[in-house]
């Protein structure tokens, strides 16, 4: 069984908080890695995902969590949408 791991990175611009933690972690940009392994006897290459991290920092502390990659997804749109006028994509109180 082949196993490989792909790395990305994602960038909260607040405090933010999943699931399975137990406290918030500050704005920052995070290492996500995931591994994936190969599916046998296939007449063609593929992968399923078989496990999500996300390394968390904070002064003096490093934790690797385990996440689901929809939760991660879900709290990065949350991030994304965090002070935008939903109707114009602006900052809310942009306007004149």
């Not at 991660?72 to 109180?93: C, Q, T």
Request: net charge negative; aromatic share 8%.
């Amino acid at each position: 069984m082949t196993i490989r791991t792909a790395t990305t990175y994602a960038a909260f611009r607040r405090a933010f908080r999943l699931p399975n933690m137990n406290h918030s972690y500050p704005a920052g940009t995070y290492r996500v890695e995931t591994d994936e392994e190969q599916l046998e006897n296939l007449s063609f290459v593929a992968y399923r995902r078989v496990a999500t991290r996300i390394h968390l920092t904070k002064p003096g502390i490093v934790e690797v969590l385990s996440v689901d990659p929809g939760h991660l997804a879900e709290a990065l749109d949350r991030d994304k949408s965090y002070g935008m006028d939903p109707l114009m994509g602006e900052p809310a109180g942009s306007k004149e």
